[in-house]
């Protein structure tokens, strides 16, 4: 059977979903308002974008009635539907953070510039079709500043940024409905027991910080770029389950190190991800195990737990804190 890809949320909030992508993930946007519209994420080239224009005329509204299209920040999962829709909806306003000014001109370099690879990984990137291959040049119509708000209806749309995941990544607050489009900064998806991302582009002192500001802030549900919403109550164990997962890979990382005085960074990975059962699929299997251990291990260093040693090659890693510091 298959499912209705519009899925309401209420009057006026409806999530567009697309076909899962490789490891299970929903590959979705959200469509917000009732007579005017914004849409929030585009999901992959080819994927949704004409979904959209369906929940549209669902509404009996028409293309010229959509407004924005905001892009939580630049990945081909969340912005690779942006120049089809721009086609479909021409009067709609394409709206990234200033952050990403620099790379928009070229937006396929993210992927070498946000998480860096070897000489073998450049080469299988340069064999193997990879999603951010699908991200073109492109010349936004916005490129709003945290705390900025933009006009829909009765309601506003407040711009967070959230650099934790990566520069220029942002969150969007409607006011009325107290709903939080959380983009890729909370997503636990239901094929992998941890797979939040912190690129080289990223940190995981702003990733923290976020977090707490998400537990104090007053949400009454929030929309994440893949993962199931979550309304009232079940808002903050959402979160907590986001954090609980983040520090459990750094507890399995400090005993792997407490096991062996000197690991390198593959050494890690591999430890941490099989106690934890955690398996990245293509091509995340290749971007993401290196640039989430170095914020771990960066997070550690600062706090005086591990040190790098330079001079070994390759690089390995030492824990250095008592031993009993991470119980």
Same mark, same amino acid.
């Given at each position: 059977m298959i499912s209705d890809p519009i899925h309401t949320?209420?009057?006026?909030?409806?999530?567009?979903?697309?076909?899962?992508?490789?490891?299970g993930e929903r590959?979705?946007?959200?469509?917000?308002? +009732?007579?005017?519209?914004?849409?929030? =994420? &585009?999901? /992959?080239k080819g994927s949704i974008e004409n979904t959209?224009? @369906?929940?549209?005329?669902?509404?009996?509204?028409?293309?010229?009635?959509?407004?924005?299209?905001?892009i939580t920040h630049p990945y081909p999962d969340v912005m690779g539907g942006v120049y089809r829709l721009k086609k479909i909806f021409?009067?709609?306003?394409?709206?990234?953070?200033?952050?990403? +000014?620099?790379?928009?001109?070229?937006? =396929? &370099?993210? /992927?070498?510039?946000?998480?860096?690879?070897?000489?073998? @990984?450049?080469l299988y990137?340069?064999?193997?079709?990879?999603?951010f291959d699908d991200l073109e040049k492109f010349k936004p119509d916005i490129y709003f500043k945290d705390g900025e708000k933009f006009e829909l209806d009765n309601t506003k749309l407040m711009v967070?940024?959230?650099?934790?995941?990566?520069?220029?990544?942002?969150?969007?607050?409607?006011?009325?409905? /107290?709903?939080?489009?959380?983009g890729d900064a909370l997503n636990l998806y239901p094929a992998l027991s941890s797979s939040y991302l912190i690129d080289f582009s990223g940190s995981y002192k702003k990733w923290l910080k976020n977090i707490e500001f998400l537990e104090k802030a007053k949400i009454s549900m929030i929309c994440p770029a893949h993962d199931g919403y979550q309304?009232?109550?079940?808002?903050?164990?959402?979160?907590?389950?986001?954090?609980?997962?983040?520090?459990q890979f750094e507890n399995q990382l400090e005993m792997a190190m407490t096991e062996q005085k000197y690991l390198t960074m593959n050494q890690l990975i591999e430890r941490v991800h099989n106690s934890q059962g955690i398996v990245w699929?293509?091509?995340?299997?290749?971007?993401?195990?290196?640039?989430?251990?170095?914020?771990?291990?960066?997070?550690?260093?600062?706090?005086?737990?591990?040190?790098?040693?330079?001079?070994s090659d390759p690089i390995t890693y030492t824990y250095i804190a008592p031993k009993d510091d991470f119980i």
């Open positions: 949320i209420n009057d006026k909030i409806a999530i567009i979903d697309g076909p899962s992508g490789d490891g590959n979705r946007g959200y469509l917000l308002g +009732k007579n005017s519209f914004a849409i929030i =994420n &585009t999901g /992959r959209f224009l @369906e929940a549209i005329h669902n509404k009996g509204k028409d293309a010229k009635d959509v407004k924005y299209i905001f021409p009067k709609a306003q394409v709206a990234i953070h200033e952050k990403c +000014k620099d790379i928009m001109s070229e937006p =396929n &370099t993210i /992927r070498d510039v946000n998480f860096r690879f070897t000489r073998k @990984e450049k990137f340069a064999v193997k079709k990879d999603p967070i940024n959230f650099d934790g995941i990566c520069k220029g990544h942002s969150m969007f607050f409607a006011t009325a409905e /107290r709903t939080m489009f959380t309304e009232n109550r079940h808002v903050i164990p959402y979160i907590d389950d986001v954090k609980i997962a983040f520090n699929y293509h091509p995340y299997s290749v971007l993401a195990p290196k640039a989430n251990m170095a914020a771990h291990l960066q997070k550690l260093i600062d706090e005086q737990k591990i040190q790098r040693n330079e001079k």
